[in-house]
């Protein structure tokens, strides 16, 4: 026998206490979602005098349960795409790891899906992502289901409607798709595109190694091909390969001319004749170093123009702190300073004579590297003093001799001269010093 159920007098009291507001709070409950503490601040002003606990207890077991519910929605072939953006762990790319994303579109009605990895979601690559797509699927559909990402939507406000990208509206007027703008905390709206992100996830990332950025588009199109294209869809029971023959004809042909996606910059070259663009740095010539220049940043290719002439072209890179230059580049500053340096050793060679001017000339028609015989010559300088090497220049000019071969043999010739003779010294041996000699006899020429 169940025992009998005995209420306190104290719990009745409560009870008693909110029992005339009962009614207020039920008609609180189905006009608005309110909160257990709004409802008390209201009951409050009409006197209530319990507590708030005894409010929310009320409110708890008396709020009706809310769950979503969601229509079902329909797609004739060639209508819709859905777009959105997915992220995965990090991969290697050189020397650095970078955020690894991957954009997905999938077609409402085939359930046919293209899939691109990059490692940024920067505009230049969510367009080009979709151009992708639109020729991978032959065709564009007439409209596009994105989420309120700022690439798409730049603000969005409840009851208000969504402010578009003008860069993507852009794109989309010629393209000639329509953009329909999710509503805020809906992504059931697009659940198709939302279930492919989930899908990527499981069946192709879920226990791969990612070790190349290289490595992974290519692996992802041979996934499609084979498996996600392929497969009978859970929601359909078709594959998307076969009722994407159905939904082809339907969509809208592809513009012959290619859209510009490209990010747009603005900055000056540094005195390396650098721009940087992700912490790389890139070359330009060198004589725009110090010059603002317009950067349009491709996802495959980097293009500096100034004064709207293209100057640079370079392949982007998206490892980190590397430093990228063309050789061509540097080949004026190059130049210029090799010009410098021949002027200062034609310069040094003629400030060694009155004579040099016309010796250079001589040099520069009879001698077909005439920088390498300037240098010759100064080096001499280094060793002989300045009128020997005058001396030198005047024989040279004299006999038609211009190399500097000549003058070192004339330098070394007299370097080697032998000094002028002194006065005569015998020098004898000892023993022939001491040798006594009797005087001679003079008496024979007195007798004549």
């Known amino acids: 026998m169940a025992r009998p159920h005995f209420i306190s007098r104290a719990a009745a009291k409560r009870n008693s206490l909110l029992e005339p507001f009962k009614g207020t709070i039920a008609h609180l409950l189905n006009a608005h979602p309110y909160s257990a503490q709004q409802i008390y601040q209201r009951l409050l002003e009409e006197g209530y005098t319990g507590s708030l606990t005894l409010v929310r207890d009320h409110v708890r077991q008396t709020r009706p349960v809310q769950r979503p519910v969601y229509l079902k929605l329909h797609f004739s072939p060639g209508e819709c795409a859905q777009v959105d953006w997915g992220e995965f762990s990090t991969i290697a790319v050189g020397n650095t790891r970078r955020r690894l994303s991957f954009f997905v579109m999938v077609l409402a009605y085939s359930r046919m899906t293209y899939i691109e990895f990059t490692v940024s979601q920067t505009m230049e690559h969510f367009l080009a992502c979709h151009e992708h797509a639109f020729q991978a699927f032959g065709g564009v559909p007439t409209r596009i289901m994105v989420d309120n990402l700022k690439s798409a939507v730049l603000s969005r406000l409840v009851g208000e409607a969504p402010v ?83 939904e082809k004809p339907h969509l809208r042909p592809l513009n012959s001319n290619p859209y510009d996606y490209a990010r747009t910059l603005s900055l000056v070259a540094n005195s390396q004749f650098r721009f940087t663009v992700d912490t790389n740095h890139y070359s330009v010539p060198a004589d725009y170093a110090h010059r603002r220049l317009t950067i349009k940043a491709h996802p495959d290719r980097l293009c500096a123009y100034y004064d709207g002439q293209l100057i640079a072209r370079h392949v982007r890179c998206y490892d980190r702190h590397q430093d990228i230059e063309q050789p061509d580049h540097a080949k004026v500053l190059l130049n210029q300073r090799q010009h410098a340096r021949e002027q200062r050793l034609v310069m040094n060679f003629l400030a060694l004579s009155p004579h040099a001017p016309a010796f250079y000339e001589g040099l520069q028609h009879k001698q077909l590297n005439t920088r390498h015989h300037l240098r010759l010559i100064l080096a001499l300088a280094e060793i002989y003093p300045s009128a020997e090497m005058d001396r030198a220049i005047q024989d040279g000019l004299a006999f038609q001799a211009f190399s500097a071969d000549y003058l070192t043999n004339i330098l070394e010739m007299r370097a080697r001269a032998l000094p002028e003779p002194g006065p005569l010294h015998l020098t004898r041996h000892q023993d022939l010093l001491e040798i006594d000699i009797s005087p001679p006899d003079l008496s024979l020429y007195e007798e004549h």
């Open 164 to 246: 578009l990208n003008p860069k993507y509206l852009d794109f989309s007027r010629h393209y000639g798709f329509d953009i329909t703008a999710c509503n805020v905390a809906k992504g059931n709206e697009k659940g198709r595109v939302e279930s492919g992100v989930g899908y990527v996830k499981k069946n192709f990332l879920n226990g791969r190694e990612l070790k190349d950025f290289q490595l992974i588009n290519p692996a992802a199109k041979l996934w499609l091909d084979t498996i996600a294209n392929v497969r009978c869809h859970g929601e359909t029971r078709q594959r998307p390969c076969d009722l994407f023959i159905e």
